[in-house]
């Protein structure tokens, strides 16, 4: 599970218009030039595609420089990125493709993440450590769930057929939607680290799911 300990430290997916100015991020990307391509023939097998990744050592490495070098970046290029994907979204739901809510979560995922990587690097990783030990196949779950939202992501801006892109925003929209219970997880055991916060994950496999564990109905 190497490279599942490795993807909790990235958080590029806002990123992704900034592939060709990052150097190690357009390294990354080349090397998974292999996986974005049978995921844009085959979206729906996504999660196969991305338990190859999670298999694969050099894109441990990868992950992390990518992440380095993302966290290096000034505030002002980290705006200008988030802006360039939602004028991409804006583009796609301009033909008719509603991406926003899926972006939106996985846009909130990564700032929760980048926040707690650039202010308490220790403590965020305690968290995931601790995660990873006490829930090992739920911390395989989220990271295959992310993966397959980064690379759903990544054929979104390699495909020009209308059709495709309609299955593909289809199926990030329902990774989304079940990454979304695993951010709220994560927020919860940070803002309360308690160890039993990490159960409500392994309770909670759905939005609606989720607000009944956390006494939000």
Not at 9 to 18: E, K, R, V
Not at 42 to 69: G, Y
Not at 107 to 136: C, N, P, Q
Request: proline share 3%; charged share 35%; glycine share 2%.
């Amino acid at each position: 599970m190497s490279v599942a300990i490795a993807v909790p430290l990235l958080s590029s997916t806002a990123f992704i218009d900034m592939r060709y100015r990052l150097s190690s991020l357009k390294r990354l990307l080349d090397y998974l030039k292999p996986c974005i391509e049978s995921v844009v023939e085959r979206p729906e097998e996504v999660e196969s595609v991305a338990m190859r990744i999670v298999e694969d050592q050099r894109a441990l490495i990868l992950f992390v420089a990518a992440t380095i070098e993302v966290l290096r970046l000034p505030r002002s290029e980290m705006v200008r990125a988030f802006e360039e994907l939602r004028k991409f979204v804006e583009d796609l739901r301009a033909r008719g493709i509603d991406v926003r809510e899926a972006i939106e979560i996985l846009l909130e995922h990564d700032l929760w993440k980048l926040r707690w990587l650039a202010t308490d690097f220790d403590r965020y990783i305690g968290m995931w450590f601790e995660f990873v030990s006490r829930y090992e196949d739920e911390a395989r779950r989220y990271v295959l769930l992310y993966l397959s939202c980064f690379l759903l992501m990544l054929a979104l801006y390699e495909v020009s057929d209308e059709k495709k892109l309609r299955r593909i925003a289809e199926i990030v929209k329902k990774y989304a939607d079940e990454l979304e219970s695993y951010l709220a997880t994560f927020v919860l055991a940070m803002e309360s680290p308690q160890p039993e916060d990490l159960e409500v994950v392994g309770k909670a496999r759905t939005p609606d799911e989720l607000r009944k564990v956390l006494d939000l109905e």
